[in-house]
């Protein structure tokens, strides 16, 4: 079972940060660290700590959303090695409801998420997108899917709960 | 936060003293920790509570009840402190001793 | 067929299913907790873990919700009182009962959603809100006490609701050095802490209404968590001004402290 559980301080700080307009990219992108604790039957996710992107580390190509240079992963892998976190990818789709991943998400993450699973293999990683009012993951790591899997339980925790579940 | 300089002095009694903080307060977490002679068993797990906590200016936990030549009174008993599990016995350290000097301060107890 | 929660529809389309959903620790099943256990059961909580290792006593009987006298001649535990009075009210509950102190049990706590404590201790709490903060758990914490004022008996007690990024007991005041010492120094000290029946289901009511909200935000919750006291001789409940004093985010449990511990 894999639980991944946020802040509401640190959902808002992050919905906030990634609405804020770029000069040429149509979305933002940050990476939030986890630390990671067991379960008596599987992992819990925490996450203690959001980095934006830099402005200057995007990358001009209307094609897709955002488009970010390199230095951006290796400095989130640099950071999961020196702090021993699970780190995850995370955008805004702007609008309310339950967001889902987009093709061109998946494939992405396809591509991202073997960096840090094999950078630290006894670590989940993984990709959150947010809406305005909701949130979606999805998460990688050794013992799982290529292609991810679903957190069974996902909540934001602050005055308003927010839980998702995933049934079988 | 403990100083450098103190949790080098805690090394010489404990190599392995690493600390963390939890509520406000510092510990110092000091592994396989060498007990006094006559203690069974002679070393175990503690954690020095270097802040006021439940009653007490400073605090030795143990990672389990030990015997001593003058038995204790063990009025600490699972005390879940950063993920564990600790016990305790009653005993008045008073403040503004250096980390080592506490700790040695509480082991007297044990002597 | 009538839902068994129609009369609580005003909570939204969504709320049976986020009871249905959510995963509560009680902490404690004496007077206050028995009363938490029987109104979760109520309101179509399904999955419950039960922390308590004593049995029922006579002098339970005052005031432990479902207790009765063969659970006294028995030895009942508390925490198979309490799900024998849950399972009766809504037998697909799930309900998982832990004989002994949580600490004993303690990586089960962490994939609560709330834990909900109706322990007996200054102490006890302070343990319990540390790993709450560690893995984001909100905390409502509820307790009553009889002191003299005047040489007259003064019925007070507390709800509070503490949030992981909110203020922490700390710093609410209500965990505060001299409380604890006190209660150190009463250690060992003859007799029970007294307890009454009616001061224990108001504040254990207050609870239960502040997890529904929380849950399903009804009607909405304060940002930074909730402290009431209740005044046992005039029956108010009143919010503190300690949590309108409070730092909005909390001093001792800094955010980026979560999960295991890690020591440098």
Redesign the interface.
Known sequence: MITLRITNTLFCEMVGDLRRPHEHAHERVGFIYCRQSTLRSGNLLLPYKYKPIRDDQYLEDHTVGARFDGSCIREAMQTALTEGSSVFHVHLHEHKGQPRFSGIDRREMQQIMPCFVNLRPDRLHGALVLSLDSAFARVWGTDLPPNGQTPDRLSVVGSRMKLWVTHD | MVSADNLQELRSLCPDAKQAAEGGIDFVLLPGLNLPAGCSPPSTDCLLCLGPRDGYDSRLFFAQVVSSREGRNWNGQNIRILERNWFAYSWRVPGGLRPIETLIAHLQALR | MTDRYERQSFLGRDATQ?FA??VIAIVGLGGGGSHVAQQLAHIGFLNIRLYDGDTAELSNLNRLIGASVNDVENGTKKIDIARRLMLAVNPNMKIETFAC?W??Q???I??A??IISCVDSY?AR??????AR?????LVDIGMDVHLVNGRPHISGQVILS????P?M?CLGFLN?QA??????K??AAGGRPQVVWTNGVLASIAVGLLVD??T?WN??????QYLHFDGNTHEVSRSPRIQYAPP?C???P??????????
């Open positions: 986020i959903n959510s102190e600490q004993q303690a990586q089960s962490r994939d959603d709330v102490a302070q343990d319990i809100e540390a790993t560690r893995f984001l758990i909100p949030l992981p990024d909110g922490c700390k050095d604890l010492q006190q209660e150190a120094e250690y060992g929380l849950l935000a909405g919750l304060p940002p930074n968590g985010t001093v001792h449990f955010g980026d402290a979560v999960g295991e511990p890690v020591f440098q």
